[in-house]
């Protein structure tokens, strides 16, 4: 979709070779023999896995700063697990599976994850890094002890709530404006081994929503530990891989009858000490939401095989040529309160209307209260507000305008109807309209990008301060 040229790309083996690039950036000729006296003032960008949406990665005619080197250069490892295992010291080129498969050789994890564990580290911190857990523990900005940034003036500094705590929570969610992350200790807890996959299908909205909400706000002695939720639609790719081969058939009939079918998605995991109550916690689940086991369809598998779920996608999209095309993914946190009209006017006046969808979209419930406010993301201003993805592909007979010109209807929609939604992973191009996002956090967000980084050099594809 976006096709940008840096001036050059740097392969960094320390983090100090980032700052000394930062203060030369700045204006700092100390290593430079024939000095000069003004700032070179080009523009410099960290790079992950590459998977932002619009070149928000990118540093046009700058410096982009590959970060896997410095997950590879990593001494003594891009993955430490301290000691007890309660936290793991990560560089932040590294990739969430490769924290996840160090942390299980010392029986433990990380609490939260993305869907995808092939991004970096650095990257979903510098977003929010949002998945199925987030109901249960926050995002993976809410799971972070401490961070190495190197700011935008070319300082490296070491930030936690209690040291450095601007720049530390500036940096959480805040799109690359202040700092590269080098390193980041995350959370870790006892990890169990396997988990019991449940998919459970509605044919009705409010039920399914009903569900939803119901489960994000059980006690601990109820609450699975992962929950989503994914829309079948009959404009769509069926995809029926989850289910026995003999339901197949009878699920696709479903979603052909309704046009729409809700799949609510959770799991709840366990190991050998908790292998005796795990079928009492499942059937009092069931019970509580009333679910008959004619549309519940249940999996038994490895943790991290659970965890590595869209990793099969991935290799069933690559076989036939569907991985490396435009991706023109729209994702939103919508307030609970406009969820019906949402539904109403998104997915069944819109989506649904499509000749033809591609993709998957999810859809399901988190809690305001296990996002930290000082944080730079931004959510709605209610206590419920629903993660929707409309991750859809350009391949086929798709092409990326049609499926940006839908995904303009949907936030027009949204304008027109008053809903307060609040995008993820957004890509403005106007400056109203990042102080429209971050609202009362502008002003604190503008003061952060004057301390850290004045002369405005980092993360120039936002188009925040360009």
């Known amino acids: 979709i976006t096709d940008v040229n840096p001036g050059a790309v740097l392969c960094p083996s320390t983090p100090a070779e980032v700052a000394r690039l930062l203060r030369f950036a700045n204006g700092d000729f100390s290593y430079d023999s024939e000095s000069t006296t003004s700032s070179p003032g080009f523009k410099v960008a960290a790079r992950g896995q590459g998977h932002s949406l619009r070149g928000q990665a990118s540093a046009p005619g700058g410096v982009v700063v590959n970060m896997t080197c410095l997950a590879k250069t990593a001494k003594p490892a891009a993955v430490v697990v301290s000691a007890d295992g309660t936290y793991a010291d990560v560089a932040a080129g590294a990739m969430w599976v490769e924290v996840l498969e160090a942390a299980l050789a010392r029986g ?35 799971n972070v002890h401490e961070l190495d940034v190197i700011t935008g003036k070319g300082d490296m500094v070491t930030c936690s709530p209690k040291l450095n705590p601007e720049l530390f929570y500036g940096v959480l969610g805040g799109l690359g404006q202040f700092g590269i992350i080098t390193r980041a200790r995350i959370a ?38 992962f929950l989503e939720g994914q829309l ?109 009209d949402f539904h109403e006017g998104v997915i069944k006046g819109l989506l649904l209307n499509q000749t033809a969808t591609s993709g998957v979209t999810l859809f399901y419930p988190t809690n305001r209260k296990k996002w930290n406010n000082l944080m730079s993301a931004m959510i709605p201003n209610e206590d419920v507000f629903y993660v929707i993805g409309f991750l859809q592909s350009a391949g086929g007979s798709h092409n990326f305008e049609e499926l940006e010109n839908l995904n303009d209807r949907i936030i027009n929609f949204c304008d027109n109807s008053g809903i307060k939604i609040k995008e993820y992973l957004m890509h403005y191009t106007r400056k109203e309209d990042w102080i429209k996002h971050f609202g009362p956090k502008w002003n ?13 050099l980092l993360s120039p594809g936002q188009d925040i301060f360009s």
């Open 232 to 340: 079948m639609m009959s404009n769509g790719i069926v995809d029926t891989s989850f289910f026995p081969l003999s339901d197949q058939t009878r699920v696709v009939s479903l979603v052909n009858d309704h046009r729409i079918i809700y799949v609510l998605e959770v799991a709840k995991y366990y190991d050998t000490t908790t292998l005796p109550i795990i079928e009492q916690v499942i059937d009092r689940l069931t019970r509580t939401l009333g679910i008959t086991s004619e549309f519940m369809f249940v999996q038994d598998v490895p943790y991290f095989d659970f965890l590595n779920r869209v990793r099969n996608e991935e290799d069933k999209l690559r076989s036939i040529g569907l991985w490396e095309v435009p991706h023109p993914w729209l994702n939103m946190f919508v307030p609970r309160s406009r969820i019906l």
């Open 444 to 456: 604190d967000f503008s003061r952060r990008k004057m301390m850290f980084d004045p002369e405005k």
């Open 108 to 142: 433990v994890s990380p609490v939260t994850f993305t869907d995808y564990l092939y991004l970096s580290v650095g990257g979903t911190l510098s977003n929010a890094g949002i998945g199925g857990q987030v109901f249960r523990h926050g995002p993976q900005i809410s």
């Open 188 to 225: 870790l807890e006892h990890a169990p081994t396997r988990a019991k996959w449940i998919r459970i299908l509605y044919s009705d909205f409010s039920a399914f929503t009903r569900d939803q909400e119901r489960l994000i706000s059980m006690a601990n002695d109820l609450r699975v530990d």
